[in-house]
């Protein structure tokens, strides 16, 4: 079944090579807001998408730590945007890349998604589920994403009111992945919002590996911060 699946992945992503390179789409840079489960192939400088597709995250794989978070499990994206639990599915432990596949994989071929997308960084690989890829229209909406942070609140205060829920082990994994998410967003590349998302992801992977003792007092200092950016003007650019 593994050797099946492999193969069968195998042969979409040529499939998507091919309909990208028909599309005009090869080599174009790429936008996703999981928020409205959009993803856009682009021209450098150019508002108009070359070629759309429907996103659902499927799972992130953080690279420092080897870790993979399952999409259901990641409330850094809505829910719209993760796919349903997959049973059976081995996320626990450490994970090489071709191992984070495996689970990118097994997830894209329960949620029925066409095709895999991994949209790396530095610090983190998110696995899309892509479908329904096809040239863009001039009816399209552009790439515009809205604010992050009342997202961002929920998620730090979330993870606050948990904290005894799970154990220091999971928290810290938790932690990691978030942090990793909010440094490399695709949504926000090149908008007045990266920098200070990629600080405050920052202090939660920093405090990743604080003393248990720290992380619930670290966690009010980043809602703070993330409370402040909240209630700046929406027009605002620090």
């Known amino acids: 079944m593994t050797t099946d699946r492999h193969t069968r992945w195998s042969e979409r992503q040529e499939e998507l090579k091919r309909l990208l390179r028909e599309l005009g789409a090869e080599g174009c840079g790429w936008q996703v807001d999981l928020a ?26 953080s690279i420092s730590d080897g870790t993979v978070l399952p999409s259901w499990l990641n409330r850094t994206v809505p829910e719209d945007a993760r796919v349903p639990p ?6 626990e432990g450490r994970f090489d890349e071709a191992g984070a596949w495996a689970v ?15 949209a ?26 809205g604010s992050p942070w009342p997202h961002v609140v929920d998620v730090i205060g979330t993870l606050g009111r948990t904290l005894g829920e799970r154990s ?11 942090g990793g998410g909010l ?28 003393p248990d003792a720290e992380l619930h007092p670290g966690l009010v200092a980043l809602m703070r911060q993330a409370e402040a950016e909240l209630a700046q003007p929406e027009d605002s650019t620090l």
């Open 36 to 61: 409205r489960g959009a993803f856009w192939w682009q021209r450098p400088g150019e508002e108009r998408p070359v070629a759309v597709a429907k996103a659902r995250l499927l799972c992130s794989h």
């Open 86 to 91: 997959v049973e059976g599915l081995r996320s």
């Open 104 to 118: 990118a994989m097994q997830s894209g071929d329960a949620a029925g998604e066409r095709y895999l997308y991994p």
């Open 120 to 145: 790396a960084s530095p610090q983190l690989r998110l696995f899309l589920g892509l479908r329904d890829v096809r040239e863009a229209r001039e009816e399209d909406p552009r790439f515009e994403p």
């Open 168 to 178: 220091p082990d999971d928290t810290r994994a938790l932690l990691r992945h978030y």
């Open 183 to 210: 440094v490399s967003s695709p949504a926000y590349r090149d908008t007045p919002e990266a920098r200070p998302l990629e600080a405050l992801g920052e202090g939660l992977r920093t405090l990743a590996n604080a």
